[in-house]
């Protein structure tokens, strides 16, 4: 049977076949796929084929092979350096949810998850949440951060999950979609999956990231059909977004800005770190590219953690 992974436990899988019915399902044995360990082999979004197996007290399917993903967002696993964590796979669209403050979400971190999703092909947007509860200082602020990333050529969009500002502009881009929607724990993501479909009546906490550390190993996403021809996954709040199976010499090629004057730079392997003539550089020096994605582009390519602020106005 084929069917589609709509939520994991680590364990167990509940997966929807193509008859819409949902079946409890295990893997069979040791499931590796291409040799990356992952923490989850299996992840939310997997078309899987399956088995049912009868010879249990209830019908339970065995997942026996996975088709080939379209694409998939993937990060390290925060406390196994080691290890990889697939959040989700077979998406069309990727939202990213940023607030200013409480909690705060770190240029790096928005750029980070905007060059994995250019290295799998998403289309990724970015919702700047409670612009209800901002002075004039911070919604000057979110208006750079809106300019900076638009005139990138990301979607960047203003809304208020409280409020319900933009929501239906949301909605309209989720038709007949698959849709990620990501972001720090705090960030209102869950407050904003219930604007967009009341019934689902998923739980929203206010929880402190000091009561946080820890649960960020094995998290795992869900996936829901919703009323107005649209699919969602919903995960677990980020804390930290580290880059994985991106080389050096590729990582500029997803930052669009970088990649539009890669030819104009004197070396065709410019890393625009400190060679000369590197039109990546000379643009940073003019202005026409943000510090902030520089910076977060040297963090990357460095191997640092991205867990700092850059203050935007003293670029």
């Not at 989850?40 to 084929?49: C, F, I, M």
């Not at 943000?290 to 867990?307: H, P, T, V």
């Amino acid at each position: 049977m084929k069917g589609t992974v709509y939520k994991s436990t680590g364990s167990w899988y509940t997966v929807k076949a193509e008859d819409g019915q949902f079946y409890q399902c295990r893997i069979k044995g040791k499931f590796r796929i291409k040799g990356i360990k992952n923490t989850n082999p299996v992840a939310v979004g997997d078309r899987v084929l399956f088995d049912l197996d009868h010879n249990v007290d209830e019908v339970v399917g065995v997942i026996k092979e996975i088709e080939e993903r379209e694409n998939y967002i993937i990060r390290k696993s925060v406390n196994l350096s080691k290890q990889t964590h697939i959040i989700a796979a077979n998406i069309d669209i990727a939202f990213l949810i940023v607030t200013l403050n409480n909690p705060p979400t770190f240029t790096t971190f928005i750029d980070r998850f905007l060059v994995t999703a250019e290295a799998y092909g998403i289309k990724a947007v970015l919702l700047f949440n409670k612009v209800d509860t901002y002075t004039e200082e911070e919604k000057d602020e979110i208006r750079y951060l809106l300019g900076m990333y638009r005139a990138i050529g990301y979607e960047a969009i203003p809304i208020s999950a409280k409020t319900g500002k933009n929501i239906e502009r949301v909605k309209e881009m989720m038709l007949g979609k698959t849709s990620l929607f990501s972001g720090h724990s705090g960030v209102g993501k869950t407050t904003l999956i219930n604007q967009l479909q009341p019934g689902l009546s998923l739980k929203t906490s206010e929880i402190s990231e000091q009561h946080l550390q820890g649960q960020h190993t094995t998290t795992f996403a869900e996936m829901f059909d919703l009323s107005f021809d649209a699919q969602i996954i919903d995960t677990p709040g980020i804390k930290g977004f580290g880059i994985v199976e991106i080389e050096k010499e590729e990582l500029g090629d997803y930052f669009p800005e970088f990649f539009k004057l890669k030819e104009q730079c004197k070396f065709n392997n410019c890393l625009h770190l400190e060679e000369p003539k590197c039109a990546v550089k000379e643009a940073l020096e003019l202005g026409e590219i943000a510090m902030s994605r520089y910076k977060s582009y040297l963090q990357i390519i460095e191997g640092e953690d991205e867990n700092y602020r850059v203050d935007i106005y003293k670029e």
